[in-house]
């Protein structure tokens, strides 16, 4: 059994937050792979060079993270009070999700298997 009291528990799980701005996107319907090629293009980079990386990309990922990026700036501005001209893509990262897994009929009674990936894509900003 822990020791202390519950609140003190819960005051101490607290204490170790992580108080950088994230966003977070689950069972995105986007392999990790095909994430991951947008992903490495932004790490690193302030938001303003990231949001232009992001609004010429072709692939389809891209639109998904533009808006989750919007969305982690718009956190570090309302909940941490960070200037916006400051920030930068700090951590960015897709780690798998279920797959969907459906089944495609073919030739001679056969049946092969589809599996449709899902991500969830995980963005953290930090001030410089």
Known sequence: MAKGHR??????????????????????R???????FVLDAIRGKDVRSALAILAYNPRYASSLIEKLLKSAIANAENNNGMNVENLY???CYA????????IRPRAQGRAYRIEKRTSHITIVLNER
């Open 7 to 28: 609140s003190q528990i819960k005051r101490e799980r607290n204490a170790n937050k992580d108080t950088r701005p994230s966003a977070k996107l689950s069972y995105a």
């Open 30 to 36: 986007v392999s990790v792979q095909k994430a991951c």
């Open 89 to 91: 893509v700090e951590e």
């Open 95 to 102: 780690n798998k999700g279920p797959t969907m897994k459906r």
